[in-house]
């Protein structure tokens, strides 16, 4: 059984690896491009993705078939799509200065990203022993969350102080967030959910929790606010409650959180209306894009016009005017995307997604234990949220917020926090294949990996 | 916890089906709406992203695009510079275009359907798109040589292909360049542009299409079409000429150029009226024939009738239910009658072609960018304006005015060619506008020439063959030059 599922990723690799190679070729077709790069990448990337497979056989061989080619896929998509407005930027440059390829530094990226996820296998031989570190995970979550405001260290970048420079690198903690604080959620959730299950009183038909376990709720909405407060970053702030909100249901499987959950975060967002004019501007180009066409909608107006343009099949890779939209490497990515592969290639990037947070959701439900079930559908709903709240802020159906696309975008932190990411959903995934499966001796003895793998 | 994490998963998906819903409004519904908003760069960037087609004649561009390093990629250039504008307009970032290049403007920039396949074929190919060619009728020669001999007085000049209708030269004077108002520079374009604007002479009017002008004595040759097609008369017949006669009720009367009668006789055969420009002849003979005959003639030319070369060229204007007075001033081009210069050249032509008014037309043949011919204009006839032997007579009585008459700047070595002058008051103190229309045959070609030179020239008849004359003999001499 281990074996099959390693074929089929195997299998489905090499059609990922296919895909994205045809991607690049069409891009360097359409601009004419004769830069070397692609193929170099090509082979480089091909190296570095069979590397990992390799290292999935041999450290969780049990693990999901289609998490890692999703996710190389998605990676690739994004790398190619950064290397299509590479083209165009060199493309439009008067001879002086050729910037250096951000598809080259996304593939440095990409493989620290790909390494780092083997780590995590190496290094997480159960995923139940990250549950030892509950209060360190919060603890290393709040202060990367927080490590940009410290003066001398944190760099305001777009008007949201999210950066740390250190040593002439820059670099998101938050991303790193993303990771330490589902950890933190699982472990503390798995150990209270009994007690915070426990209902003494019910008003107007539903229960409310007692006073003692509404402290961590309230307590991770403050420290959203604090963020949106401090940093400026609605994205972060609302991804975070949203996943502790999340969690907060799945685990206790009442709804009161969820009206919660939802009451803190209207009132929060409507304090953060009325206090910020940043907030009230994003609300107000949200509305009404199109008055502010020449300023602060300019970058969304042209991101609709993208849309606009690609209509349902697109322009072509390499045939569109995407680079006309700013940051269209990193946040407005999926603009590029429907403007040259239009609205059927957005339609296929969202079903990677679902298909990709769907599998993380099935390893939740199948998974036995409660840390283990709260940290896999914890990763899915930071994929999830993020996707979510990218796509609809980009496509005008939620306002803009600062967050990345999940695999697509340029950014280097977001990318190595990503794979993490993957590298513990195989590791949930294939501890809980072990576990669930009645007596697979043969396979058993094929993993030298496993610590738990004794099924007799 | 498994019921929870079904319940958010189903989240999950309605999530990402109200995504997708939405975005199929952005992307698939409005798509159209938004492709054409005003603020849309990407419209004008795709344009200007293409090679857009020449615009050639004789097989010379006069307008073309050229690759640029800018933002947009390519820039439209005028080779054929400021003597061709009128027939190609410009094509321009801020002002949008003209001329042919309006009214092309699918082809040019390759979304005409008929271009589909072409593009499919560049697609595979995998070579970028290029719009098709427009081919013109004009002569590059003869264009030139009118447009120097003009040499910046304002006025017209139009030459046409009697049997066919094709229009050999286009000319207004004073001109443009194209190119100034078409460049990539849009702070640039405005400047150019307002200062045409605001220069007196409009150089930007398109003067033998629009320019409407009292033909003058030009128009006698509507009078003697007219005359003749009534069957009253002859080129022999014999009419009044005195130096003046009076216009019925009123107290005015209407003189000879000339200040004296026609003849010693005071009689003048139809004929020599024509070669003189007799006005006292011509007064009487409208009068005789009447409004209505004259009217049906001029129409019959293609007066009081707009039609598109595809340019559209403005209405020359015979009135209708005039008095008899104002029949007389009507007959000598004076009163409200009104022609383009394109018009007289067409009165010219019928004349010409047996009496058979071709459909005037400035585009050959419409081409993909690989040359294969698309759409290519034949020869339409538009009416007969008179009957063939009549045609023959006033073609002879033409030739009779360069002979023996006022059109002597008309006579070229080795060609037969037939005039009229014409010298027409503006009504102001301003000098009269200078006409002179001519037809030229050689070795079976027919070409007519219409010239009118804006307040060119002083009171007498004299100015039409003076002035305008030689240019229109120019432009017959350069298109019957040995070797075209």
């Known amino acids: 059984m281990m074996t099959s599922r390693r074929n089929q990723e195997l299998a489905l690799l090499v059609l990922v690896l296919g895909i994205s190679r045809l991607g690049f070729f069409l891009v360097d077709e359409a601009t004419k491009n004769t830069a070397a790069i692609s193929r170099a990448l090509a082979v480089g990337v091909a190296i570095l993705v069979f590397g990992g497979h390799g290292v999935i056989r041999w450290l969780a061989p049990a693990a999901d078939p289609l998490i890692y080619p999703i996710a190389v896929q998605l990676n690739l998509l994004g790398l190619m799509m950064i290397h299509r407005l590479d083209v165009a930027d060199l493309l439009r440059e008067t001879s002086s200065s050729p910037s250096t390829p951000e598809a080259a530094s996304q593939t440095v990226w990409l493989m620290l990203g790909i390494f780092l996820a083997c780590a995590t296998l190496w290094l997480v031989r159960d995923h139940r022993q990250l549950q030892r570190y509950t209060f360190t995970a919060m603890i290393f979550g709040f202060a990367l969350l927080l490590l940009p405001l410290l003066p001398g260290l944190g760099a305001t970048v777009n008007g949201a102080r999210l950066w740390i420079r250190f040593a002439g690198l820059s670099f998101q903690p938050a991303e790193v967030a993303k990771i330490a604080l589902p950890v933190f959620f699982a472990s503390y959730l798995a150990k209270n959910r009994a007690s915070m299950t426990a209902i003494k009183s019910r008003f107007l038909g539903i229960g409310v929790p007692r006073a003692k376990d509404t402290g961590p709720i309230v307590l991770a909405w403050l420290l959203s606010l604090l963020v949106l407060i401090s940093q400026r970053d609605l994205g972060t702030s609302l991804l975070f409650f949203g996943l502790f909100v999340g969690l907060l249901y799945v685990a206790t499987g009442q709804r009161t959180w969820l009206v919660l959950g939802a009451v803190l975060f209207a009132s929060g967002a409507y304090l953060g209306y009325r206090l910020f004019g940043h907030v009230q501007l994003r609300v107000m180009v949200w509305l009404d894009p199109f008055s502010y066409s020449h300023d602060q909608g300019y970058q969304i107006v042209q991101a609709l016009y993208g849309f606009a343009s690609g209509g349902l099949f697109g322009r072509g890779l390499g045939q569109g005017f995407s680079w006309l939209v700013p940051y269209a490497k990193s946040d407005f990515i999926l603009s590029a995307f429907g403007e040259e592969l239009g609205y059927v290639g957005l339609i296929a990037l969202a079903l990677l997604f679902g298909v990709l947070v769907q599998r993380a959701l099935k390893i939740a439900l199948t998974t036995r234990d409660d840390f283990g079930q709260l940290l896999a559908a914890g990763l899915a709903l930071v994929l999830g949220l993020q996707m979510f709240v990218v796509f609809g802020g980009v496509t005008r159906l939620i306002p803009l917020t600062g967050l990345t696309t999940p695999f697509l975008a340029a950014g280097g932190s977001a990318l190595v926090a990503n794979w993490i990411m993957v590298g513990l959903l195989l590791r949930i995934s294939h501890t809980t294949t072990l576990l669930n499966a009645p007596s697979q001796t043969t396979t058993a003895q094929t993993t030298s990996s496993s610590s738990t793998g004794d099924a007799r | ?484």
């Open chain 2, 1 to 484: 916890m498994s019921h929870q994490i079904r319940r958010l998963s189903f989240i999950l998906a309605v999530a990402l089906v109200a995504l997708l819903a939405n975005l199929a409004v952005t992307q698939v519904l409005q798509s159209d709406s938004l492709r054409l908003r005003q603020d849309n760069t990407r419209l004008l960037l795709e344009e200007y992203g293409r090679e857009r087609g020449a615009i050639v004649v004789d097989g010379v561009a006069i307008a073309k695009s050229v690759k640029t390093s800018g933002t947009l990629a390519y820039e439209r250039r005028y080779p054929g510079g400021e003597a061709f504008a009128p027939a190609t307009g410009f094509y321009s970032l801020v002002y949008g275009a003209t001329g042919i290049e309006r009214l092309y403007s699918p082809i040019l920039s390759g979304r005409d359907d008929r271009l589909i396949v072409d593009r499919l074929q560049q697609l595979i190919a995998g070579k970028q798109p290029k719009g098709g060619v427009v081919t013109l009728t004009l002569r590059a020669d003869m264009q030139r040589a009118a447009y120097d001999a003009l040499a910046g007085r304002a006025g017209s000049v139009v030459a046409m292909d009697a049997a066919t209708g094709e229009i050999l030269t286009l000319v207004s004077s004073p001109s443009y360049d194209p190119g100034a108002i078409s460049q990539n520079n849009p702070a640039k374009v405005r400047e150019a542009y307002t200062a045409l604007l605001d220069s007196p002479l409009e150089p930007m009017m398109n003067r033998p299409l629009t320019q409407s002008l009292p033909p003058g004595s030009t128009f006698k040759l509507v009078v003697a079409a007219a005359a003749l097609e009534s069957g009253r008369f002859t080129a022999d017949s014999v009419l009044p000429g005195p130096a003046a006669i009076a216009l019925p009720n009123s107290t005015k009367k209407l003189h000879n150029w000339q200040l004296g009668p026609c003849s010693k006789s005071g009689k003048v055969t139809l004929r020599r009226a024509l070669e003189v420009s007799c006005n006292t002849a011509f007064a009487w003979l409208g009068m005789q024939l009447g409004a209505d005959a004259l009217e049906k003639q001029a129409q019959a030319f293609g007066f009081n009738d707009s039609f598109a070369v595809p340019l559209v060229a403005a209405a020359s204007v015979f009135p209708a239910s005039l008095d008899e007075a104002q029949t007389a001033m009507s007959s000598i081009g004076q009163f409200d009658v009104r022609a383009t210069a394109l018009q007289m050249a067409m009165v010219t032509a019928a004349i010409t072609n047996s009496g058979n008014l071709m459909a005037p037309h400035l585009v050959k043949n419409v081409m993909s960018a690989d040359l294969a011919v698309i759409e290519s204009t034949s020869p339409s006839f538009v009416r007969s304006a008179m009957s063939v032997s009549n045609a023959e007579v006033l073609l002879d009585m033409m030739r009779s005015v360069v002979t023996n008459g006022t059109a002597s700047s008309g006579k070229i070595d080795g060609i037969t060619v037939g005039a009229k002058t014409g010298t027409a008051e503006s009504g102001t103190a301003a000098l009269p506008h200078a006409w002179f229309v001519a037809t030229g045959q050689f070795q079976g070609r027919n070409i007519v020439v219409a010239v009118v030179v804006e307040n060119g020239g002083g009171a007498q008849e004299v100015s039409g063959n003076r002035i305008a004359g030689p240019i229109a003999a120019a432009v017959l001499k350069t298109a019957f030059k040995q070797g075209n």
